[in-house]
T-cell receptor
Framework: LAKTTQPISMDSYEGQEVNITCSHN???????ITWYQQFPSQGPRFIIQ???TKVTNEVASLFIPADRKSSTLSLPRVSLSDTAVYYC?????????????FGRGTSLIVHP | EAGVAQSPRYKIIEKRQSVAFWCNPI?????LYWYQQILGQGPKLLIQ????????DSQLPKDRFSAERLKGVDSTLKIQPAKLEDSAVYLC????????????FGPGTRLTVT
């Protein structure tokens, strides 16, 4: 059973705001939501993490509703260099520990 | 601060041969992860170490894959014998205690099994 569900792909244009939504209906009460970015031929890079409400850093914002069954990664004013795969992670309980689990991710293509 | 180091970056072997990958995590990071990433898919966790101990290896094909982390620092991942379906990028990541899921990844090793 997939822990997270995201759109497979999205297209945008330079300067636009991009919102990528992730569904995680079975998230554990004490679990966090984490987003990563991956460029071709590189390892994933941590973007942002949150537990509830809104988190903002210099790269992105993360919106989490009260029921925590989904989250939205918001990228303000994207550029061509934001073209990448974006992964939403929650924990998968295995052997008493929450193990972060990657899904298939969302491939974002930013057009000029 | 130096990042996660991996070697080699690329490896081509024939099926049934053996191969080993090496990872040096960020200094002071207690947790080390090995992932397998097949083209077009997200990384799949193979094994997670906390210092010297294994936290999770439920997705490690133990009949052919093995991993160790001596002295709680460097780690090696071995495949013996390799199969065609092992062709993938093998990623190593590390994280410090208390930063849940904030992992730092190395550049990966691209393995091609022919």
């Amino acid at each position: 059973l997939a822990k997270t569900t995201q759109p497979i792909s999205m297209d945008s244009y330079e300067g636009q705001e991009v919102n990528i939504t992730c569904s995680h209906n079975n998230i554990a009460t004490n679990d966090y939501i984490t987003w990563y970015q991956q460029f071709p031929s590189q390892g994933p890079r941590f973007i942002i993490q949150g537990y509830k409400t809104k988190v903002t850093n210099e790269v992105a914002s993360l919106f989490i509703p009260a029921d925590r069954k989904s989250s939205t990664l918001s990228l303000p004013r994207v550029s061509l260099s934001d073209t990448a795969v974006y992964y939403c992670l929650v924990g998968d309980l295995r052997g008493g520990s929450y193990i972060p689990t990657f899904g298939r991710g969302t491939s974002l293509i930013v057009h000029p | 601060e130096a990042g996660v180091a991996q070697s080699p970056r690329y490896k081509i072997i024939e099926k049934r041969q053996s191969v080993a990958f090496w990872c040096n995590p960020i200094s002071g990071h207690a947790t080390l992860y090995w992932y397998q990433q097949i083209l077009g898919q997200g990384p799949k966790l193979l094994i997670q170490f906390q210092n010297n101990g294994v936290v999770d290896d439920s997705q490690l094909p133990k009949d052919r894959f093995s991993a160790e982390r001596l002295k709680g620092v460097d780690s090696t991942l071995k495949i013996q014998p390799a199969k065609l379906e092992d062709s993938a990028v093998y990623l190593c990541a590390s994280s410090s205690s208390g930063t849940l899921y904030e992992q730092y990844f190395g550049p990966g090793t691209r393995l091609t099994v022919t």
